[in-house]
């Protein structure tokens, strides 16, 4: 059998409880032996010595529908050259064009596992703000949903201001009500950075209204974004915030570029609104920073904010793969388990991180950095874009003056 070993890493799995320098033996795809392991001379070695090994990272919050619309990468770009072995579409497919994504997926087929959430809207997120919301059709939603059910995992919404206003339903309370029918998690975007008709306490308030309607399970994402209606303001969760998560409301940090501030963040994991899950928001724009797409730089922004290794390693295993019901299948290493495996290097040195917004840097000590991707049993190496992504301290000072500067003037 088809036998290959990855040797002599730290193997790390907050929720396995497994913290040791060891060898994973892999068979078929599958993980056949953990610890000191004599593989056969047919082996293929993966030397893997210095290393973390952790369950594949799974990317909560991507646009990975390959083909569909512009906003989407491929899935392996998103995923296992960017060092995760699952990626979750974050409603770039509506349930009206849910089965020409199936198909597309089909047609090309994607390393690594993925799953969607699909939109309330009928197209999804190809038109931004959505379109389409007089067309909402629960019956055929459903039976889309149903016929593609390998893949979809959960509904998605984003309560954006053009969905707030929405004269024909109720939009985030329709999708909630949906989803919980279907016994699935909602994912709610909040905060809007292009308000012209709601005012700044409008969209706060529509924000405790939307998350009255949520449950256990649904997730609110890009937690600490500093755009009107996003969860905390002026320092404070908005209300209703606290109670949403004692009901087991989840925490995507998902900062994509600027749907963040490291303020904000801050401030709220000092009161304890620590995230459950790190997604990266990953979207096909042209961008300078394309290691800002990397769940490997997401959850080193979180060891920069004070929290622990397992804390920061259990966002992107463990927590996301119950968050989308396959605890089964991901989210761990052991045996007999699927070979989805993150190898990782910890930096230690000078580090410095940005939120992507008009605001602020973050020094940090510690950085993980994806070095190999093994799905299924198969090895995929890191794209070079991410692999080679530097961070030159110098310039990021010069970077933060100039922003200090450019504050104190305005
Ligand atoms: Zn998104």
Known sequence: ??????????????????????????????IAALGTVNAGPEATIIPAQGLLALPGFNDIHAHAWPGLIPLCVDPEAAGVHAGATMVCDAGSAGWANLDEAAELFARRG????????????????????????????????????????????????????AALLCKDRDV???????????????????????????????????TTRILGFLQRGDILTHAYTPFAGGLFRDGNPVPGLEAAISRGVLLDAAPGRGQFSFPIARRAIAQGFKPQLAGTDTVALPDPQPHFYCVATVISKFLALGLSLAEVAALATGNAARAVGKSDSAGALALGRDADISLVRLERGLFIFTDGGPGNLRMGTELLRPVATIAGGKRYDISEVIAGHRVDPVAAFRQMRERKKAATKR
Not at 4 to 23: K, T
Not at 123 to 151: C, F, N, T, V
């Open 172 to 206: 985030v309370a329709t999708a909630a009500d949906f989803a919980h029918s279907l016994g699935l998690p909602l994912m709610v975007h909040v905060g809007d950075k292009g308000c012209v008709t709601l005012s700044v306490d409008a969209m706060y308030a529509e």
């Open 110 to 161: 994607a390393a690594g596992k993925f799953s969607a959430f699909v939109h309330l809207a009928p197209e999804g997120e190809k038109y931004l703000p959505e379109q389409g919301y007089e067309r909402w059709d629960a019956k055929a939603a459903k039976a889309a949903i149903g016929r593609h059910s390998d893949l979809v995992v959960g509904i998605k919404v984003r309560a954006v201001e």
């Open 1 to 30: 059998m088809n036998q290959i070993l990855v040797r002599g890493s730290r193997i790390f799995d907050p929720a396995s409880g497994l913290n040791e320098v060891g060898d994973i033996l892999i068979e078929g795809g599958r």
